[in-house]
């Protein structure tokens, strides 16, 4: 059974763990990330772009492919179908589809326009049960076109939101999506406390989580983050392995050309690196049992 994620989100803060949010391209992903997150008992955010809605065939076809999925692998851990940076009319698309969380990035609005669609968004998926994750301050890099160089969150606007009834917050500390550049500057710990303390400690979210020493993701956690967003980092896991296989020539043996073998290294390396997060880097092996 899918379900919301303020649960488990406000599990993980009040005990200084982290969930993980996968974001999941298709099959072989929504596979290996229940599959990890079972073996070491945790509780998972399946995250899913308006770009991979897409390429998915759907919103719709989504929520089908994951349910199925999840039943037939039998999974046990607690799991959330969550929209990540969803704009406005996305969020509203994937509360109807049956998602059981959602993010409204209002975040390249000017503050009073992301304020006033935040809190019409808050309402309509907590009234069916659904949390709900809004976004201040950039996230660096691009995202499903929205780009951004990575401002950081005012502390007064991040209250605000927080004061609509959001489940847990995005604010931008100096995080980027993708590759880290060579000259990245770092988390913003400074600012990750001030946020916290004028959001009274609400949950927060770090996005771009793929590349960010471990070291400073976990300082993020003690500081308030409870949710840390994974993608690249399972992309280059995948190619890698897939590449590896190839250029062995794996795929020219018997039929080795065959998808279900020629894609197997790549989800067995997503799998292993989910089971690793988990339970060695965000705290939150065992957390579902």
């Known amino acids: 059974m899918l379900v919301s994620a303020t649960d488990m989100i406000n599990k993980a803060h009040e005990g200084h763990y982290a969930i993980g949010a996968f974001n999941i391209n298709n099959m072989e992903w929504i596979k290996a990330i229940l599959l990890g997150c079972e073996a070491k008992k945790a509780p998972v955010m399946l995250g899913v772009s308006e770009g991979a809605g897409k390429y998915m065939c759907g919103f719709d076809n989504v929520v089908?492919?994951?349910?199925?999925?999840?039943?037939?692998?039998?999974?046990?851990?607690?799991?959330?179908?969550?929209?990540?940076?969803?704009?406005?009319e996305g969020a509203k698309a994937c509360i109807e589809a049956g998602f059981t969380s959602v993010m409204f990035d209002g975040s390249h609005y000017d503050f009073e326009e992301n304020e006033a669609k935040s809190k019409e968004i808050i309402a309509l998926?907590?009234?069916?049960?659904?949390?709900?994750?809004?976004?201040?301050?950039?996230?660096?890099?691009?995202?499903?076109?929205?780009?951004?160089?990575?401002?950081?969150?005012?502390?007064?606007?991040?209250?605000?939101?927080?004061?609509?009834?959001?489940d847990f917050l995005a604010a931008g500390i100096g995080n980027i999506h993708g590759k880290y550049p060579a000259d990245w500057a770092g988390l913003n710990f400074d600012r990750l406390a001030e946020i916290q303390k004028a959001?009274?400690?609400?949950?927060?979210?770090?996005?771009?989580?793929?590349?960010?020493?471990?070291?400073q993701v976990q300082k993020a956690i003690?500081?308030?983050?409870?949710?840390?967003?994974?993608?690249?980092?399972?992309?280059?896991?995948?190619?890698?392995?897939?590449?590896?296989?190839?250029?062995?020539?794996?795929?020219?043996?018997?039929?080795?050309?065959?998808?279900?073998?020629?894609?197997?290294?790549?989800?067995?390396?997503?799998?292993?690196?989910?089971?690793?997060?988990?339970?060695?880097?965000?705290?939150?092996?065992?957390?579902?049992?």
């Open 125 to 166: 998926a907590h009234s069916k049960g659904i949390s709900v994750e809004c976004e201040v301050g950039g996230i660096g890099g691009t995202e499903d076109g929205v780009t951004s160089a990575g401002e950081l969150a005012d502390p007064e606007e991040c209250a605000k939101i927080a004061g609509l009834g959001v």
């Open 64 to 88: 089908g492919m994951v349910k199925h999925i999840h039943d037939n692998l039998g999974i046990t851990v607690p799991v959330a179908l969550h929209l990540d940076h969803g704009s406005y």
């Open 199 to 215: 959001t009274n400690g609400k949950p927060l979210v770090l996005h771009g989580g793929s590349g960010i020493p471990r070291e």
């Open 222 to 289: 003690t500081l308030g983050v409870s949710k840390v967003n994974v993608n690249t980092e399972c992309q280059l896991v995948f190619a890698d392995a897939t590449r590896k296989y190839i250029e062995a020539g794996k795929d020219l043996e018997g039929k080795g050309y065959d998808p279900r073998k020629l894609l197997k290294p790549g989800t067995d390396a997503v799998q292993a690196l989910v089971e690793d997060m988990v339970e060695n880097f965000f705290g939150c092996a065992g957390k579902a049992e």
